[in-house]
């Protein structure tokens, strides 16, 4: 599989302003003398904990040793940090997701941790001066996907579509398979999911339809945030039904929303007992 003309031509070309840097590239020796004091003062444990931080360009699955070197760097060619991985466990711990009291935060120490058509997705992105970056990691198929586009940084970021399409096209039964409904859905569900989300990228919302919960949060200033998040994707293709759940006062409707290649959005509303709006979740 490569990164061909065709495969380009389904991102839209970036349009706005340039800007340029010169780059100046830090020696290796700067790199050497830096890990040389960490390790110098490491506790008796031999512990070291290693965090990342913002536009990182790197690998996320990475050889191990007693001494392994990761240089993250940005889109524009600055290292930002040199990351010493001491142990697998220690790597593992970045590769992990986060769990809060109420569900799953999506982010390791330092990479973001995702399922994506039932498949886990380990990675980063990043952008700068003008374009955007992506580096995916699917640890089932061991197969690393990177994309560097000339691009905007603007929902649904360019390279996280464009590894996607690709991933699909080396997994075809998976993307299949997980385009596939998971049960019928009630009409009345389905034009409701339809009229949030038309909403969510418009910004004009009936009020009467959510609760006064949810209604005072959209006119407090997340109707706009909202609209500027999905207003780029577009419009909808297709809402794949994905089931429903309860929770305590609120039964939740679950959708993928499709796009075009590589570019879907996980979504679901919640109804209350009043079968007002009570609830959403994106992504």
């Not at 590769?95 to 009291?101: E, M």
């Not at 706009?224 to 419009?235: I, L």
Request: hydrophobic residues 35%.
């Amino acid at each position: 599989m490569r990164l061909t003309p065709e495969l380009v031509a389904r991102v839209a070309p970036y349009t706005g302003e340039y800007r340029s840097q010169a780059s100046i590239k830090t020696p290796d020796e700067v790199y050497e003398a830096a890990a040389d004091r960490v390790f110098s003062g490491l506790p008796p444990s031999g512990e070291l904990w290693v965090f990342a931080y913002g536009s990182l360009m790197w690998k996320s699955g990475p050889e191990f040793g007693e001494r392994g070197r990761i240089a993250g760097v940005d889109t524009a060619g600055y290292p930002h940090v040199v990351l010493n991985v001491v142990t697998q466990a220690h790597y593992c711990l970045m590769a992990t997701s986060v769990r809060t009291r109420e569900s799953d935060a999506g982010y390791g120490l330092g990479l973001f941790v995702d399922q994506v058509e039932g498949e886990t997705r380990v990675g980063h992105t990043g952008g700068t001066f003008g374009f955007t970056s992506a580096e995916k990691y699917f640890p089932k198929h061991r197969v690393q996907l990177i994309a560097f586009t000339n691009s905007g940084d603007d929902a649904p970021e360019p390279g996280e579509v464009l590894t996607q399409a690709i991933y699909d096209d080396l997994y075809p039964d998976i993307a299949a398979a997980a385009a596939l409904p998971s049960g019928a859905v009630e009409a009345r569900t389905l034009s409701t999911a339809k009229e949030i989300f038309a909403s969510l990228q418009s910004g004009t919302y009936d009020y009467s339809h959510f609760s006064d919960g949810i209604g005072a949060k959209l006119k407090s200033g997340f109707a706009a945030g909202w609209m500027k998040s999905f207003s780029g994707y577009g419009s909808p293709t297709r809402f794949v039904f994905k089931g429903s759940r309860v929770s305590p006062g609120r039964r939740w409707s679950d959708y993928l929303i499709k796009f075009g290649p590589g570019c879907y959005l996980k979504f679901g509303f919640a109804v209350d007992d009043d079968g007002k709006v009570a609830s959403l979740s994106l992504g």
